[in-house]
């Protein structure tokens, strides 16, 4: 119950186009959704994070999508660039339950994306 | 700039050998994490520390150990390396719910081959 499914396992995109990645999850308990990406030779960072109260978030190119019914959310990229080249992981956190849960993430098995230029 | 280090970016060790990685925050958060990377399996969490002294076991701790004497330094241990722990290392911290925030920034990693 605890795991989130990730996919692909790796994308291509040319320049200018759109990249999507999908994550699944069991836990109804979730409630906070980041993604991380992460280049190589460096650790992961935060790129963006949604709530289960809203079903879309945008930050310049990124848009996280979530549908709570199906337990799916995606990683929506466009106008990819090949800066954007890296891998990128989504988590899923239960924060309701506060200082018990301590923020620990579970996190899909990673997308390696490359943008062609 | 919340920084994490980690002690070692290449470590090698040998099969048996008692093996020490060490992270460092600087910026006062309460929560501390050791995951490992495999590809294809994304993170796995091993240990967490959410206090001095304090630690929980994740989802792999078996072969693992940890140690928070401060609450800047969270040390993991492999009490007799394996090659099956051959590996990706990463140290997380995040502010935890006494810092508002619960975002987990990560150290750049420690690549352990065991022979």
């Known amino acids: 119950q605890q795991q989130v499914k990730q996919s692909p396992q790796s994308l291509i995109v040319q320049k200018g186009g759109i990249s999507i990645i999908n994550c699944a999850y069991e836990?109804?308990?979730?409630?906070?959704f980041p993604w991380y990406q992460q280049f190589p030779g460096k650790g992961p960072a935060l790129l963006i994070a949604i709530r289960p109260d809203v079903s879309e978030k945008k930050e310049g190119r990124f848009t996280i999508s979530f549908n709570k019914s199906a337990k799916q959310f995606s990683l929506h990229i466009m106008d990819s660039q090949p800066g954007d080249s890296a891998t990128y992981f989504c988590?899923?956190?239960?924060?309701?339950?506060?200082?018990?849960?301590?923020?620990?993430?579970?996190f899909g098995q990673g997308t390696i994306l490359t943008v062609h230029p | 700039d919340v920084k994490v280090t980690q002690s070692s970016r290449y470590l090698v060790k040998r099969t048996g050998e008692k093996v020490f990685l060490e992270c460092v925050q600087d910026m006062d958060h309460e929560n501390m994490f050791w995951y490992r990377q495999d590809p294809g399996l994304g993170l796995r969490l091993i240990y967490f520390?959410?206090?001095?002294?304090?630690?929980e076991k994740g989802d792999i701790p078996e072969g693992y150990s940890v140690s928070r004497e401060k609450k800047e330094r969270f040390s993991l241990i492999l009490e007799s390396a394996s090659t099956n722990q051959t590996s990706m290392y990463l140290c997380a911290s995040s502010p935890g719910l006494a810092g508002g925030s619960y975002e987990q920034y990560f150290g750049p990693g420690t690549r352990l081959t065991v022979t």
């Open positions: 836990n109804t308990a979730f409630d906070y």
């Open positions: 988590a899923a956190s239960g924060l309701q339950a506060g200082g018990t849960s301590y923020g620990k993430l579970t």
């Open positions: 520390s959410y206090d001095v002294k304090m630690k």
